[in-house]
């Protein structure tokens, strides 16, 4: 069973984001980047697969800017087989997203593709559901559990006030959560031996994929700062003060 | 130009989050139908109709809407969608699930999370954990739109809006296992006017339940977390607040042991009033606290308690 997964070089999630002065953005340059998060939770997922027995190819797909290559490597180092880079210089929608991974889910044939349930830059969490839905596919988003048995998956959801729990037919996209598990960090030999791994370099174009933008962005500004209030000495004071606010 | 809104419900109420989506609607016209999908929903479609200023209210039932399956509920929305100009869905949980199927399908581009409705076709949407503030203007003629709740104001009721049948939709392909849902006689997280939340110096869950829980409960608070004390597994995941959890508005929200890390903020600086309790002077969350308690928790929450059984609490 091959898996197919798309990561996303983003913003360190460690890192707060600045807003350009000009209003046209987020500030890039000389920020530390790396893999989404739940980009690295879907890749660690694969290769739990991969070792159990279940899978037996990881590809990994980015679509990116040409450093994009550094995180595919990140993902080969943590036990992805080969990678596939799709060089873009603007920044495609997940629209656009969506139908390049539909067009490299037509050449490459997974079973199943595992991703992140969003990228922390543009917080759109559509992707995962947008390629299910132009696929045909079964989704499962939100996954907190996976287990692959046959023709089918058993995936744990984690849904508003609880859990839920789906079967859903392979092929299918399944999104990762936080809880799905906990990344392993690659080992030196492995992050060389990731260096000799085979990544593709690929263009939107080579595609046929329209990717022009549907959103215009009219402007990116920095939210309301909120400003520190007073610091009150002891509990009674704070209770007085709640209940002058009127909202105790 | 009419606007379809889904409702939030959970087959027996319509939940908080249909109301707040109806106000954003209403920004961008008059004309407001909404569907609810479900199974056995009639008593959630009665409550629809109450909103003022709907148009009518459209249910859809089938057993898989009835679980929430996201490939039927964007087949029964795309049945509908041809009427609509504009699809707004609450952005939660199940709302964010089906909501990018439905534009994928539709070839628009989804605009999810928005905070505020500028015009009919321009709105704008937290990036980066709330970071930035981005305001798109969307090129498509029709537009799929998720909705942040705790954004809009609730409408008002008063309305009554004729209810009619539509057509259910199936997933061939998906089936319903199980759900567990946590039972709590606490208010939901989301919708909650008042949150208690404990971060990672509570130190065990024990701790957590013995100091945060007898707190939310003497407030009728909802129970929040940190990632933090999520993560170290003091906490459910579904307590967490912040970029990767829940993000909430209430009335008050108390941050006892929590730092403020960027990615909890996120999810709580948008509340009325916010008090922290901490005993890091130099803690983040002081910067967007309203009331600031340095103090240990274990002697602070003893003697909150105090003060609000004085305060007649």
């Known amino acids: ?248 | 130009m009419a606007v379809l809104v889904v409702a939030d419900n959970d087959n027996a109420h319509l939940r908080d989050a249909t109301h707040k989506t109806v106000t954003a609607a209403q920004k961008i016209s008059g004309d407001i139908d909404i569907l609810v999908l479900g199974k056995g929903v009639s008593g959630v479609a009665a409550e629809a109709a109450k909103i003022a200023g709907v148009r009518k209210v459209l249910v859809a039932e089938s057993d898989a809407l009835g679980h929430g399956i996201a490939e039927a509920q964007a087949d029964a929305v795309l049945a509908l969608a041809g009427g609509y100009d504009a699809i707004l869905v609450p952005a939660t949980s199940g709302g964010k699930n089906f909501a990018p199927r439905v534009a994928a399908k539709l070839d628009v581009a989804p605009i999810s999370d928005i905070i505020d409705v500028v015009s009919a076709d321009t709105f704008t949407r937290p990036i980066y954990a709330g970071n930035a503030l981005e305001t798109v203007q969307s090129t498509d003629a029709k537009k799929v739109i998720t909705v942040r709740p705790t954004a809009f104001a609730a409408a008002a009721e008063g309305g009554s809006a004729s209810v009619e049948t539509v057509g259910g939709a199936d997933a061939a392909k998906t089936r319903f296992v199980s759900e567990e849902m946590v039972k709590s006689d606490r208010p939901e997280l989301a919708a909650a006017k008042i949150v208690v939340s404990g971060g990672r110096a509570m130190g065990s869950a024990e701790e957590f339940q013995r100091v945060i829980e007898p707190l939310a409960d003497k407030l009728g608070a909802a129970v929040g977390a940190s990632r933090a004390a999520v993560d170290a597994g003091y906490a459910p995941n579904d307590y967490q607040v912040g970029q990767t959890g829940k993000v909430v508005a209430p009335q008050l929200y108390v941050a006892i042991g929590i730092s403020g890390a960027i990615q909890h903020l996120a999810g709580m600086k948008d509340s009325k009033v916010i008090v922290a309790i901490n005993k890091d002077a130099d803690a983040p969350i002081f910067q967007v606290a309203d009331y600031g308690l340095v103090a240990d928790y274990k002697t602070a929450v003893p003697e909150l308690m105090d003060a609000l059984t004085a305060a007649g609490k």
Do not use: H
Not at chain 1, 38 to 59: D, H, P, Q, S
Not at chain 1, 96 to 106: H, N, R
Not at chain 1, 219 to 238: F, H, Q
């Open chain 1, 1 to 248: 069973m091959k898996v197919l997964v798309p990561v996303k070089r983003v913003i360190d999630y460690n890192v707060k984001a600045r807003v350009k002065a000009d209003q046209t953005g987020v500030d890039l340059a000389n920020v530390k980047m790396s893999m989404n998060p739940f980009c690295e939770i879907a890749v660690e997922e694969a290769v739990r697969l991969k070792e159990k027995g279940v899978a037996t190819e990881v590809v990994i797909v980015s679509i990116g800017p040409a450093q994009a290559q550094e995180t595919i490597r990140t993902a080969l180092a943590m036990g992805g087989d080969r990678g596939i880079l799709i060089t873009s210089d603007v920044d495609v929608e997940p629209l656009g997203v969506a139908k390049l991974l539909a067009a490299v889910v037509a050449e490459e044939n997974p079973n199943l593709v595992v991703m992140g349930k969003q990228a922390i830059d543009g917080d759109n969490n559509a992707v995962g559901q947008m390629l299910s839905a132009l696929l045909g596919w079964p989704q499962a988003t939100y996954a907190s559990a996976v287990e692959v048995s046959g023709s089918s998956a058993k995936v744990t959801r984690e849904v508003d006030g609880g859990l839920q729990t789906l079967d859903v037919d392979l092929p299918a996209v399944i999104t990762a959560d936080l809880r799905l598990n906990e990344p392993r960090y690659a080992s030196l030999p492995n992050i060389m031996k990731a260096k000799k791994k085979e990544i593709v370099t690929k263009t939107v174009a080579d595609y046929g994929v329209d990717v022009t933008p549907r959103l215009k962005v009219v402007k990116v500004a920095e939210p309301a700062k909120r400003s520190a209030g007073v610091k009150v000495e002891t509990a009674a004071d704070l209770v007085s003060k709640l209940n002058t606010a009127g909202v105790l």
